[in-house]
């Protein structure tokens, strides 16, 4: 079999957005914040400055494999690219008709899973393990965002196991492998920033409403309808910034956090956005994320 440039470039371009790696932002922010609170708490470096990096290149990759795994089994079984091949022969697998590239875009899920609980197993090795749980946790929550047979997106937990997996999860995760302790503080902190995760999966529920309606697919929007779904955008944006000044006011955090009030006009947009009917806000929500958790890293980072 021969391929030529334009199939290699048209595989490289669906493989790119399987992959999505503009979101993989979400995995990199939390683990950032999570290595900075465990530095405010002087726990981070150990004395050896070799096993301290190679411990923290391990997380990030680790965390990148596990979000690039849920992304990819989400467009796998929700059939993405099927539409973007509808002429290529398909193949039955898992119950499902699917091209070969579908094949190959499962099959990378579950390498990255494979990779994600190797990286696991080493990082037990020099933390606790406690560790463990963690882990199974962060790869059933992988898979069963969107695979079958849990689907939890399909039953109105999509926003609350992304802000889970990707927010607490993996900060506390992170905490664990430089202090093998568990610890409610981390996640705290951290509670602000990480509910820019759910604020993200609400913006795209927003928007796929009546598809998924039509569809079936119970999302959290679906089951409550648009209006709520709106509310509780709203409501999250509310206690991120909220939260964020209660715990500066307490000591919890530098004041240079209060910095995350810059972002103000983004999010208003933002909601703007998500308020308006038949219109996209995931965009400008994904740059609210971004810039409500660079400010909350640089405030970390400046005031520890």
């Not at 999509?158 to 996640?187: C, H, N, Q």
Request: aromatic content about 12%; proline content about 3%; hydrophobic content about 50%.
């Amino acid at each position: 079999m021969t391929f030529s440039k334009d199939y290699c470039v048209k595989l490289g371009k669906d493989l790119w957005i399987a992959l999505r790696p503009f979101s993989l932002t979400l995995a990199i922010a939390s683990i950032t914040l999570g290595l900075l609170v465990t530095h405010l708490e002087g726990k981070l470096f150990s004395g050896d400055l070799s096993l301290d990096i190679l411990k923290m290149v391990l997380i990030y990759v680790g965390s990148i494999l596990s979000q690039s795994c849920a992304n990819m089994i989400n467009d796998f079984y929700e059939g993405s690219f099927k539409y973007h091949r509808s002429g290529e022969k398909t193949y039955k697998f898992l119950g499902y008709q699917r091209t070969a590239f579908d094949l190959l875009v499962f099959t990378l899920s579950m390498l990255c899973l494979v990779g994600f609980f190797i990286i696991g197993a080493i990082l037990i090795q020099y933390s606790t393990i406690n560790l463990l749980y963690i882990g199974i946790a962060g790869m059933i929550g992988s898979y069963a965002y969107t695979g079958e047979p849990f689907v939890y997106k399909r039953k109105g937990l999509g926003a609350i196991l992304s802000f889970i997996l990707m927010g607490p999860l993996m900060i506390l995760g992170t905490y664990m492998v430089f202090t093998g302790e568990f610890s409610l503080r981390p996640i705290i902190l951290t509670i602000p920033a990480g509910l820019m995760i759910p604020l993200l999966m609400m913006s795209n529920e927003i928007r796929d409403y009546e598809r998924d309606k039509n569809l079936g697919i119970r999302t959290l929007t679906v089951i409550l309808g648009e209006k709520a779904g709106r509310a509780i955008f709203i409501s999250l944006l509310v206690i991120a910034y909220a939260m964020t000044t209660i715990l500066v006011i307490t000591g919890d955090l530098p004041k240079l956090t209060l910095l995350v009030y810059l972002t103000l006009p983004v999010a208003i947009r933002a909601y703007n956005k998500v308020a308006m009917p038949k219109t996209s806000g995931i965009r400008i929500t994904n740059w609210l994320h971004i810039a409500f958790n660079t400010a909350t890293i640089l405030a970390l980072i400046l005031g520890s």
